[in-house]
């Protein structure tokens, strides 16, 4: 499968952005998916994750109550609604998938097909 993100780009401080995943090359309701982000100074670190049924997902407790992670089967599409924005938020934001589910879902180890990154930058 192939991962595309959008949608990333410079907002202010509460304001939100929403992130898009388009995925070819293989249906996303077989994948579990998540959202990983990266900044120069930090290693990629979990963000969210959807299970392959879709009817459960985890968050990293920075952006629990804030960020909410879905999909759109139809549009093979993933999203990653994120509301209330902080300059800490700032980081290249990625989209990935694995096949079925594992419990070590907050590992980007655990996944092997990855988006190219969308930037989101969030000023104070």
């Known amino acids: 499968v192939q991962l595309v993100e959008s949608g990333g780009g410079l907002v202010q401080a509460g304001d939100s952005l929403r992130l898009s995943c388009a995925a070819t090359?293989?249906?996303?309701?077989?994948?579990?998916m998540g959202w990983f982000r990266q900044t120069p100074e930090n290693e990629r670190e979990f963000v969210a994750h959807l299970r392959w049924s879709g009817t459960t997902t985890h968050y990293a407790d920075s952006v629990k109550g804030r960020f909410t992670i879905s999909r759109d089967n139809a549009q093979n599409t993933v999203y990653l609604q994120m509301n209330s924005l902080k300059p800490e938020d700032t980081a290249v934001y990625y989209c990935a998938a694995m096949f079925g589910f594992r419990p070590s879902y907050d590992s980007h180890g655990e996944y092997p097909f990855w988006g190219q990154g969308t930037q989101v930058t969030v000023s104070s």
């Open positions: 090359g293989g249906t996303i309701s077989t994948y579990s």
